[in-house]
């Protein structure tokens, strides 16, 4: 559905600018023949660049899953054989995240054999070497991946926009992180006006509902490599911008700077795909998704006096997983409505998408923990290929890299880049939110901070994903801008 439906929006657009979109030829020096002979040889080349296009990406890997697929609509213990492994999802109704139908049942795994696709700079030590040796940095079901699995739960908790929460998300106060942190704590001032940033204080709750719908990428955005499109549309329409390479030199004409912008990017985010899809290969890694509802199966594992003990558990946290008892089910008590399941976990957490998402909110309550769901749509929950590494971390980051070299600053033009979510229409997953809120970035980082961010708030992802995500993606976006310098200069070898 989704190359048909591509094709037909590139159709209708040449048709109302004028132009004949059956038109083929390939001859010549007009910008129609020129078109098609570039779009011609990229077809070509990408045909047999190791994605296994001809046979529709079918696996050729060898890939077997470890465990069964968890039925989503089927709470309580999964049959899981290892849950440091990802586990496919079993949907009743599939939709792709960008909102294409899919076959209902155990997902497929997408993408599997793309750490095999010809890279743009890319290049390994050794054969067969990975691009990225992260192999010591992959989460494992130990106790090291316990904090990082409350903090999932704690910020499906934080969603709940009645808390009277609420956050400056303005770059004074938010962002100017270490590469691969969250340690920053803003900007002192916006570099370009050497004023101080207005503070932009918004409900929690909308902040992470907006952050992690945002930079999802779904039915009516782009993918998140397009996203980074965007952005960089945005940097070289702003006013005043100078198009200068590297932030020097001669001022190019916009269609020099865009064919140089798009080429980088794209070169980034190309070879970000492939390194981070080929660390998901390798590694297999779970979703927060198995990590919580396996954990919570086998119980709590703070106290040994207590009862539902396992060592392997959740621990208990105040306020965010709880034990439940008689005490905490009786009558006007936080359980009371899980007053049947005494002695199983409890996690203060997104409910779920509502019935009508346009004019409800899901909400936030005590649910089981067995039950718990990431902050996405039921027809999608979580992607269908493994964690470790974030994707959106490493396309992010390298992107904004790329964007800094290009245009010789880290800062956004003016020192400032923002996107308005407007209130209350613009969530999809449910009504919201209640205010308008501003991302805003000084930064590329701070943008490819956030977009990594974001995958913690929609439960995709545990930090180490999104860390090292961010860590491999910052040296990717380097490479990618040294080979294109070599293209732009004259000097690459083909």
């Known amino acids: 559905i989704g190359g048909p439906r591509s094709a037909a929006g590139f159709r209708a657009r040449r048709e109302r600018r004028g132009y004949d979109p059956d038109d083929t030829t390939a001859t010549g020096d007009t910008p129609v023949a020129v078109g098609n002979r570039v779009g011609q040889m990229v077809i070509d080349s990408a045909a047999n660049d190791g994605a296994n296009e001809a046979m529709n990406y079918m696996d050729t890997t060898g890939w077997m899953p470890t465990n069964m697929p968890l039925v989503v609509d089927n709470p309580g213990p999964e049959q899981v054989t290892d849950p440091a492994i990802w586990q496919q999802l079993n949907l009743a109704v599939s939709v792709t995240q960008n909102g294409i139908p899919t076959n209902a049942g155990p997902q497929g795994y997408i993408g599997s054999n793309w750490g095999g696709v010809t890279p743009f700079a890319l290049t390994r030590s050794a054969p067969g070497a990975a691009y990225f040796d992260l192999a010591a940095d992959v989460p494992r079901f130990d106790d090291a991946i316990v904090p990082e699995v409350v903090e999932v739960i704690t910020r ?100 020099e700077w865009d064919v140089k912008v798009y080429f980088a990017v794209n070169g980034a985010v190309h070879d970000a795909a492939i390194a981070a899809w080929e660390l998901k290969r390798r590694h297999l890694s779970s979703r927060p998704i198995t990590l ?160 990594g961010q974001s995958r913690i708030w929609g439960g995709i992802h545990i930090s180490p994903d999104d860390f090292f995500g961010r860590r491999m993606g910052d040296q990717i976006g380097r490479g990618a801008v040294a080979k294109a310098l070599t293209y732009f200069d004259g000097s690459a070898v083909p």
């Open 156 to 255: 499906a908790g934080q969603l709940d926009v009645t808390s009277g929460d609420t956050i400056d998300i303005s770059p004074g106060a938010y962002g100017n992180n270490p590469l691969g942190t969250n340690d920053g704590t803003g900007h002192p001032t916006n570099p370009v006006t050497s004023a101080p940033y207005a503070p932009q204080v918004v409900p929690l709750g909308d902040f992470g509902r907006t952050l992690a719908e945002f930079w999802a990428d779904g039915p009516e955005s782009e993918t998140p490599p397009g996203h980074w499109n965007v952005l960089a549309n945005f940097v070289g329409d702003s006013p005043g911008f100078q198009r200068r390479l590297g932030g020097a030199g001669p001022v190019l004409d916009p269609l």
């Open 292 to 451: 919580i509802r396996y954990m919570a199966s086998l119980g709590q594992r703070t106290d040994p006096g207590m009862p539902s003990y396992d060592a392997n558990g959740l621990p208990l946290v105040d306020g965010v997983i709880e034990l439940i008892t008689e005490a905490t089910s009786a009558p006007g008590e936080r359980h009371e409505h899980l007053k049947r399941y005494v002695g199983e976990l409890a996690v203060f957490s997104w409910r779920g998408e509502p019935g009508d998402r346009d004019n409800e909110i899901g909400g936030v309550d005590w649910i089981r923990a067995v039950e718990w769901i990431a902050y996405q749509r039921r027809t999608f929950v979580t992607p269908a290929f493994p964690g470790f590494v974030s994707g959106h971390s490493t396309f992010s980051r390298s992107a904004a890299q790329v964007l800094t070299e290009l245009t010789g600053s880290e800062y956004f033009p003016g020192g400032l880049g923002e996107f308005v979510a407007h209130a209350p229409t613009y969530l999809f997953f449910e009504r919201g939110p209640s205010v308008d809120v501003h991302l805003q970035w000084a930064t590329y980082y701070d943008a490819a901070d956030q977009a």
